[in-house]
């Protein structure tokens, strides 16, 4: 049974891209088929996987897969194979998905899920990068997903972030009562959390683990954004810098998914 997952958070630079591929790369690491969809017009997924050079190419893209119904089975020509996982890029036709989701597309929520169904490869997991705001994009990941985790900076406006996206649940799951069962926020993590903390972080990080989800803390290394300027996660990153504790807390994340998979097989 694959399990889908968005990463999403309606603020911008909270490392919901860092979290996609590294996550991505812990599940590939664990043996597991591993898909990532970057559903952010702004590419970030697509340069940090090493695809930056078909983001510019006038190419099929997942923008004509979740405009044109007749176009939904290309989904499977527009995978990209990577050394870690499988990786649908965005391409800057995106820019203009969300108005046309809005004035030209029938039933424009479910375009993306409708879409994944038609994959060929079964795959464990699949990851969706979700756009840092609102809009029928981040619907349409999230009613595909049925799951989100949520990244977060241990600053106060991530309490924010948490709440608006508590609302859009509630929204999307009073919308398509039928269509979904449910939303569930998986979990929260913290990212970039500093080795010496100033009293602000320690407070917010208090604050988080007393949330109902799970909370993990993935430290700040230059490793991290070493990868992603080469296009790989840390798992596949060799580095002088000290990698070893940003691969446990990304791994102990891959470890959750794996059990909440056993649970809902169960």
């Known amino acids: 049974m694959t399990q889908i997952i968005a990463i999403s958070n309606q603020a911008g630079g909270v490392g919901k891209t860092t979290t996609t591929i590294n996550l991505g790369g812990a599940l590939a690491n664990q043996g597991h088929d591993v898909l990532l969809i970057d559903a952010d017009p702004q590419g970030t997924l697509t340069e940090g996987t090493g695809f930056r050079d078909l983001y510019d190419q006038k190419i099929p893209s997942l923008h004509q897969v979740m405009v044109e119904p007749t176009r939904t089975e290309e989904i499977n020509e527009i995978i990209e194979h990577h050394d870690e996982f499988d990786v649908i890029p965005s391409n800057k036709a995106m820019d203009g998905l969300k108005d046309m989701l809005v004035t030209q597309v029938a039933n424009s929520e479910m375009r993306l899920k409708i879409a994944v169904d038609e994959l060929d490869q079964d795959y464990d997991f699949i990851l969706i990068d979700c756009p840092p705001d609102l809009s029928q994009i981040l619907d349409n990941a999230l009613l595909t997903a049925e799951q989100v985790l949520i990244p977060v900076e241990p600053t106060r406006r991530s309490i924010r972030a948490i709440e608006k996206m508590n609302e859009e649940i509630a929204y999307l799951s009073n919308s398509f009562p039928g269509q979904i069962d449910t939303i569930d926020i998986l979990g929260i993590v913290i990212n970039?959390?500093?080795?010496?903390?100033?009293?602000?972080?320690?407070?917010?990080?208090?604050?988080?683990?007393?949330?109902?989800?799970?909370?993990?803390?993935?430290?700040?290394?230059?490793?991290?954004?070493r990868a992603w300027n080469n296009g790989v996660s840390i798992f596949l990153h060799e580095d002088d810098a000290k990698t070893e504790d940003a691969r446990e807390a990304y791994t102990e994340i891959a470890k959750m998914l794996e059990r909440h998979t056993t649970e809902v097989e169960a």
């Open 192 to 225: 970039a959390v500093e080795s010496v903390q100033n009293n602000d972080t320690k407070q917010m990080i208090e604050f988080f683990n007393d949330a109902p989800y799970d909370v993990f803390q993935v430290p700040e290394r230059v490793a991290i954004r």
